[in-house]
């Protein structure tokens, strides 16, 4: 069999390493076994797809159902409906995996995902010259905007500023819910400089969003720390993890918030900067904010 695992068990088929060896009668050599059996793969396939969703006993009836039909001399043609069956299975399947991975309220992908993706791309740029960027994007003042206009408008200011950042997304880019009102862009095989005009973009783009048409009076703002890692840094002789890339963007967006708000901060070299009209203001936003 293959595929199935969880624990399942049952008579192994025939083997034979030999394709020239002459098996009795009643036995087939690993050739046969493996021509004709599509009845047995979808049948196991089922089996492996109610596995995964904790379907153990009716996994168990399709697995026996397959092992039978392999252990038979003619294998019988694949119903239709048995193939819909299957198909139907592997779609809800796959729905429901980009369900787990997704946050309920804004459709952006979730913790778990970027803890999984983001440790995987670091893995990928390890040693590579493609630059991987990390933003960490939190609302302005949104506390303010809950208590005045209530959590149900909150929500829909979440949802459309997701929109909006994911809007200005390159290709491999993703958003993700770091938390509360913070999010996580992550954009792969990315330049420092289109990285710090991705997040400006971002930034202007919920600025001048015709807010008071959701409510009359409200105005939403986000600032963001913008962390890049390259071959050409310290990265190259020491991988950065997920978790240091985190704590640098976290960092640059105290002190995107020390600075006034609604601003994109970022390092070159060791100097932290501004970006877009921030790039103007007064005080240095190298010391590390008391809080937001």
């Known amino acids: 069999m293959t595929g199935l695992r969880n624990g399942f068990a049952g008579p192994e088929p025939v083997r034979d390493d030999d394709a020239s060896t002459v098996l009795p ?13 599509g009845m047995a793969e979808l049948h196991e396939s089922i089996a492996s797809l109610l596995a995964s969703r904790g379907q153990w006993r009716q996994a168990y009836h399709h697995l026996r159902s397959a092992l039978d039909l ?3 001399a003619d294998t ?27 946050d309920s309220l804004t459709a952006s992908y979730n913790r778990r995902y970027l803890d999984e993706r983001l440790a995987d791309l670091l893995a990928e740029h390890a040693g590579s010259d493609q630059g991987l960027a990390v ?14 206009y ?22 491999g880019g993703f958003c993700a819910r770091y938390g509360g009102e913070e ?6 095989s990315t330049d420092p400089a289109t990285a710090v ?21 409200l105005r939403v703002t986000i600032s963001i720390g913008l962390a890049h890692e390259h071959a050409g840094s ?14 640098s963007a976290d960092a640059l967006l105290y002190a995107a918030k020390q600075s006034g708000r609604n601003a994109v901060a970022y390092r070159s070299g060791s100097e932290v900067r501004l970006a877009g009209m921030a790039a103007g203001r007064r005080g240095s936003p190298n010391r590390r904010a008391a809080g937001y």
């Open 25 to 37: 009668p009643g036995q087939r050599t690993r050739q046969e076994l493996t021509n004709g059996t």
């Open 70 to 72: 392999m252990s038979t």
């Open 76 to 102: 019988p043609k694949v119903p239709e409906q048995l193939r819909h069956e299957v198909n139907r299975l592997r779609r809800e399947h796959a729905e429901a995996r980009e369900q787990s991975l997704r």
């Open 135 to 148: 933003a960490l994007v939190d609302l302005d003042w949104f506390k303010q905007v809950n208590d005045t």
């Open 150 to 171: 209530g959590h149900v408008l909150g929500d829909r200011v979440l949802q459309r500023v997701v929109d909006l950042l994911q809007e200005v997304l390159p290709s």
């Open 183 to 188: 999010f996580v862009l992550v954009l792969p």
């Open 197 to 217: 005009s991705v997040c400006e973009t971002a930034r202007a783009r919920v600025e001048r969003f015709p807010w008071p048409q959701m409510a009359p009076g």
């Open 234 to 247: 310290e990265s190259e002789t020491k991988p950065v993890s997920a978790e240091q890339q985190l704590i």
